[in-house]
């Protein structure tokens, strides 16, 4: 990027790339006069004015980790700790093809692209982190814990585009975003569990977790191909993207700051009753959470004045925004186009109660039911994206009972059958219910929420069959149902040669499905002279199938002419595993497989197709090796097969093939919206213990 700090090697940005301290707040009104255009050029020469990226070359992946552990055992009381550091430096490369299309033209059965891109994005992540928890055990099986956990990650990245827009700008254009975001997490948990008797149990916890998010400066950059007269001076040259309004996904930058804490406590009590051969167990507690955010955004974007010479959009980059073309009459310079939706305050505060019991009918069978009530207010604060100032209010407050039930029959004593229903409930995200209208460079669209989303609730059914040949042995089968109500899913907003993402509540939807898992192990070829090799190699082999179909509402911008899948869920899923572990030579190899069949990744509506994520296999390699009693190496390969991960839209029209139309012909087609391989990754580290 153009832009770098003395921090990134901790992933920590050095104010370089924020605004000024003495920055106005908003310098909306600045803009109306001659004196304030005056101040606004005063502005823009304090901004840092870098925009052509400079080169590197990415080193080898960095990762480093250290961990300490320790007990002080004082004969009344024990204290232990452990204590764990991490480190990581990362880059990564995609080369990623993206193409949005408009209706599909079927007079001259081709794709009518509106736009296809090219882009380069370059990412180097730095993350650290670390873990400190304290355990105290004291008494008669009394123990407090003090557990924390912080992890901050620091990450620029460069998208360099090149490509072609048929409808906007009918040319070659060429962009650039750069962008610096950093993330902080930390969770911190007071917590104890005490034996009041033998027979009854107390376990309590009170947490505080903080979450940031600071993207300070994203600046974007976009040049079209002049190729109108073949007689200008500058004929087949690219020149920036300016106007008299400011747009700041042609030209300017945005920042934004999200703020979010997190309280909760929870207490849990358990009472064993035995009466003679009968024990039950009945369990019931209380949980509170109380959740806040805040977001705010700027957008802030280059113009050009009234009386700037045409040439200047075609200078070199960083000398058009040089403080000698910084002018309010001749030059170009700074505006902002922040609007009222481009921040939002949101809480969810969640009270809930459980109660269980354990309930073992006869010696082999047992029943596990429990009612769980959920009290939950959800409030967001913003204003129509729509230009309207239009307030908007959410304040859902809702209480929800929650079912469950699990029953379990040991027909053997390897074997069981279990049957189980279970009710949860999906709530909408606050992004996906704040009107803030997001532009998303790379995915070249804007990406806005629905205040109107509603919860979502889940019915799920489980029947299923399980076999324990050994301890390191599984076999199960099983089947399961689940019934969604109101179920949230992503959708394609068309909007001419525009894009646009949103969210919406479907109807219903209804899921059924069966799923295997099989672990076996050679252990048992010890004894056989000829597969003995065998002995130490284990496979794991689980895979589920499902149908799935979303019932549809009077809301087009979810329906299709045919049934379809629900965002989000595959047909089938399969995992597989083959693993060798030979303790004597502290030797252990993996290989992983898994692949999901296609599912949809945004819903669209009767003109524009749903978008697939079509299959993408992946095969990873890890091993270890002991070499000496303190000292093993670790390494792997990810992503063997270095397959390309593909979008795609399907496309299904008739045509007559006589002049009565009785012989009619389906036409299938399909077309990409987005394609890029991940790379393959090699690893290659070493294990040190004192």
Same mark, same amino acid.
């Given at each position: 990027p153009p832009v770098s700090g003395k921090y990134d090697c901790l992933g920590y940005d050095d104010g370089s790339r924020s605004l000024p301290v003495d920055f106005p707040e908003n310098i909306v009104g600045l803009q109306n006069s001659l004196q304030g255009k005056e101040q606004l050029v005063a502005l823009s020469k304090t901004l840092n004015n870098k925009w052509t990226p400079s080169k590197s070359k990415a080193g080898a992946d960095q990762r480093f980790s250290v961990s300490l552990g320790g007990t002080i055992n004082t004969g009344k009381a024990k204290l232990s700790n452990i204590t764990a550091l991490n480190y990581s430096n990362t880059s990564t490369f995609n080369n990623i093809s993206r193409n949005y299309f408009l209706d599909y033209d079927t007079i001259n059965d081709r794709s009518d692209t509106s736009w296809y891109y090219n882009d380069k994005v370059y990412t180097h992540t730095v993350k650290t982190g670390g873990l400190c928890n304290f355990a105290l055990i004291f008494g008669k099986n009394q123990k407090i814990e003090f557990r924390n956990f912080y992890n901050h990650a620091g990450q620029s990245k460069t998208t360099i585009r090149e490509g072609e827009d048929f409808d906007n700008l009918a040319t070659n254009i060429k962009a650039y975003q750069y962008g610096y975001m950093e993330r902080t997490t930390y969770s911190g948990q007071l917590g104890g569990n005490h034996a009041v008797t033998k027979l009854m149990n107390i376990d309590w916890t009170i947490g505080y977790s903080l979450a940031n998010k600071k993207d300070p400066d994203t600046r974007r950059i976009t040049s079209a191909l002049y190729k109108d007269d073949p007689e200008f001076p500058y004929y087949n040259q690219y020149y920036v993207l300016l106007s008299s309004f400011p747009d700041p996904r042609l030209a300017g930058m945005v920042s934004s700051k999200l703020k979010e804490n997190i309280i909760n406590a929870c207490l849990n009590y358990s009472w064993k009753i035995k009466f003679r051969d009968f024990e039950t167990t009945i369990k019931t507690g209380f949980y509170m959470e109380n959740k806040k955010r805040t977001f705010s955004s700027r957008l802030l974007g280059y113009v050009m004045a009234g009386g700037a010479s045409w040439k200047l959009s075609f200078m070199p980059i960083d000398s058009i925004f040089s403080?000698?073309? *910084?002018? !309010?009459?001749? +030059?170009?310079? &700074?505006?902002?186009?922040?609007?009222?939706?481009?921040?939002?305050? $949101?809480?969810?505060?969640?009270?809930?109660?459980?109660?269980?019991?354990?309930?073992?009918?006869?010696?082999?069978?047992?029943?596990?039911?429990?009612?769980?009530?959920?009290?939950?207010?959800?409030?967001?604060?913003?204003?129509?994206?729509?230009?309207?100032?239009?307030?908007?209010?959410?304040?859902?407050?809702?209480?929800?009972?929650?079912?469950?039930?699990?029953?379990?029959?040991?027909?053997?004593?390897?074997?069981? *059958?279990? !049957?189980?229903? +279970?009710?949860? &409930?999906?709530?909408?995200?606050?992004?996906?219910?704040?009107?803030? $209208?997001?532009?998303?460079?790379e995915m070249a669209a804007t990406v806005v929420g629905n205040d109107t989303l509603k919860d979502a609730l889940i019915h799920n059914i489980d029947l299923r069959f399980e076999y324990y040949p050994s301890n390191n042995e599984i076999f199960t089968f099983g089947g399961f149902y689940k019934r969604f109500v109101n179920p949230i899913e992503s959708l394609i907003i068309p909007a001419g040669s525009d894009l646009n993402y949103s969210f919406a509540n479907a109807k219903a939807a209804n899921c059924l499905g069966f799923e295997v898992e099989f672990k076996k192990s050679f252990s048992f070829l010890e004894n056989n002279k000829t597969l003995r090799f065998l002995k130490d190699i284990s496979i794991l082999i689980n895979g589920a199938y499902i149908y799935n179909r979303v019932i549809f509402n009077n809301n087009q911008l979810l329906s299709n002419k045919n049934s379809r899948p629900m965002q989000g869920q595959s047909p089938y899923i399969i995992n597989c595993g083959l693993q060798y572990q030979n303790d004597k030579t502290g030797t252990q190899v993996n290989l992983l497989y898994n692949v999901i069949g296609k599912r949809i990744v945004f819903v669209g509506d009767l003109n524009t197709p749903d978008i697939y994520e079509m299959p993408h296999h992946l095969l990873d390699m890890s091993f270890s090796q002991k070499i000496w009693e303190y000292i093993s190496i670790k390494g792997g390969i990810q992503d063997i097969l270095n397959q390309e991960v593909t979008l795609k839209q399907f496309v299904t029209y008739s045509i007559d093939t006589d002049e009565n139309g009785v012989n009619d012909k389906t036409v299938k087609r399909s077309q990409n919206t987005m394609s890029y391989k991940k790379g393959v990754c090699y690893t290659l580290g070493i294990n040190l213990k004192f």
């Amino acid at each position: 990027p153009p832009v770098s700090g003395k921090y990134d090697c901790l992933g920590y940005d050095d104010g370089s790339r924020s605004l000024p301290v003495d920055f106005p707040e908003n310098i909306v009104g600045l803009q109306n006069s001659l004196q304030g255009k005056e101040q606004l050029v005063a502005l823009s020469k304090t901004l840092n004015n870098k925009w052509t990226p400079s080169k590197s070359k990415a080193g080898a992946d960095q990762r480093f980790s250290v961990s300490l552990g320790g007990t002080i055992n004082t004969g009344k009381a024990k204290l232990s700790n452990i204590t764990a550091l991490n480190y990581s430096n990362t880059s990564t490369f995609n080369n990623i093809s993206r193409n949005y299309f408009l209706d599909y033209d079927t007079i001259n059965d081709r794709s009518d692209t509106s736009w296809y891109y090219n882009d380069k994005v370059y990412t180097h992540t730095v993350k650290t982190g670390g873990l400190c928890n304290f355990a105290l055990i004291f008494g008669k099986n009394q123990k407090i814990e003090f557990r924390n956990f912080y992890n901050h990650a620091g990450q620029s990245k460069t998208t360099i585009r090149e490509g072609e827009d048929f409808d906007n700008l009918a040319t070659n254009i060429k962009a650039y975003q750069y962008g610096y975001m950093e993330r902080t997490t930390y969770s911190g948990q007071l917590g104890g569990n005490h034996a009041v008797t033998k027979l009854m149990n107390i376990d309590w916890t009170i947490g505080y977790s903080l979450a940031n998010k600071k993207d300070p400066d994203t600046r974007r950059i976009t040049s079209a191909l002049y190729k109108d007269d073949p007689e200008f001076p500058y004929y087949n040259q690219y020149y920036v993207l300016l106007s008299s309004f400011p747009d700041p996904r042609l030209a300017g930058m945005v920042s934004s700051k999200l703020k979010e804490n997190i309280i909760n406590a929870c207490l849990n009590y358990s009472w064993k009753i035995k009466f003679r051969d009968f024990e039950t167990t009945i369990k019931t507690g209380f949980y509170m959470e109380n959740k806040k955010r805040t977001f705010s955004s700027r957008l802030l974007g280059y113009v050009m004045a009234g009386g700037a010479s045409w040439k200047l959009s075609f200078m070199p980059i960083d000398s058009i925004f040089s403080d000698n073309h *910084i002018d !309010a009459t001749k +030059g170009v310079f &700074i505006e902002e186009k922040t609007n009222p939706s481009d921040s939002y305050d $949101a809480s969810n505060i969640l009270y809930a109660g459980y109660i269980s019991l354990n309930l073992p009918v006869t010696k082999n069978f047992n029943i596990y039911a429990g009612l769980r009530i959920e009290n939950n207010r959800q409030i967001l604060n913003s204003f129509s994206s729509d230009y309207s100032l239009r307030p908007v209010k959410v304040d859902k407050k809702r209480t929800h009972f929650f079912p469950s039930l699990n029953m379990t029959c040991n027909v053997s004593p390897k074997a069981l *059958i279990r !049957a189980a229903y +279970g009710m949860t &409930i999906n709530r909408p995200e606050f992004r996906e219910m704040a009107p803030y $209208a997001f532009y998303d460079f790379e995915m070249a669209a804007t990406v806005v929420g629905n205040d109107t989303l509603k919860d979502a609730l889940i019915h799920n059914i489980d029947l299923r069959f399980e076999y324990y040949p050994s301890n390191n042995e599984i076999f199960t089968f099983g089947g399961f149902y689940k019934r969604f109500v109101n179920p949230i899913e992503s959708l394609i907003i068309p909007a001419g040669s525009d894009l646009n993402y949103s969210f919406a509540n479907a109807k219903a939807a209804n899921c059924l499905g069966f799923e295997v898992e099989f672990k076996k192990s050679f252990s048992f070829l010890e004894n056989n002279k000829t597969l003995r090799f065998l002995k130490d190699i284990s496979i794991l082999i689980n895979g589920a199938y499902i149908y799935n179909r979303v019932i549809f509402n009077n809301n087009q911008l979810l329906s299709n002419k045919n049934s379809r899948p629900m965002q989000g869920q595959s047909p089938y899923i399969i995992n597989c595993g083959l693993q060798y572990q030979n303790d004597k030579t502290g030797t252990q190899v993996n290989l992983l497989y898994n692949v999901i069949g296609k599912r949809i990744v945004f819903v669209g509506d009767l003109n524009t197709p749903d978008i697939y994520e079509m299959p993408h296999h992946l095969l990873d390699m890890s091993f270890s090796q002991k070499i000496w009693e303190y000292i093993s190496i670790k390494g792997g390969i990810q992503d063997i097969l270095n397959q390309e991960v593909t979008l795609k839209q399907f496309v299904t029209y008739s045509i007559d093939t006589d002049e009565n139309g009785v012989n009619d012909k389906t036409v299938k087609r399909s077309q990409n919206t987005m394609s890029y391989k991940k790379g393959v990754c090699y690893t290659l580290g070493i294990n040190l213990k004192f």
